[in-house]
């Protein structure tokens, strides 16, 4: 089942976070061809995508934090394991950068996994 709290720190969930999303729209450089289907971003306002997702999705927000200029980037996940990133301007706009499924909220840990 998954939670509504975030399992470590602030700075920890802004890390990975921005690492998320980093990841998500920065494909490697040995990425080689583009996939198949282009990714489209879906915008709009924060109010109106994140009450589609929980209706249509059962998605709902499960950790956030604050990046680079001013941007909150959010996940959003349903207890069946379907994500999705968003991320908002300081301007009130927000994009769904990236979704997908399997997620899964960690126990805190008392050090790196081994």
């Given at each position: ?48 995508l ?39 301007l300081?301007?009130?706009?927000s ?20």
């Amino acid at each position: 089942m998954l939670t509504t709290r975030w399992p470590v720190s602030g700075r920890a969930a802004a890390f990975a976070l921005s690492l998320i999303l980093y990841a998500c729209t920065n494909p490697p450089a040995f990425a080689g061809t583009p996939p198949a289907t282009p990714v489209q971003a879906v915008c709009g306002a924060r109010g109106a995508l994140v009450a589609r997702l929980a209706r249509e999705h059962d998605e709902r927000p499960v950790a956030r934090a604050l990046a680079a200029g001013g941007r909150l980037v959010e996940v959003l996940a349903a207890p069946g394991g379907s994500w999705t990133l968003l991320v908002t301007l300081p301007d009130g706009r927000s994009c769904a950068v990236a979704a997908g499924t399997s997620w899964e909220t960690l126990p805190a840990s008392a050090g790196p996994e081994s």
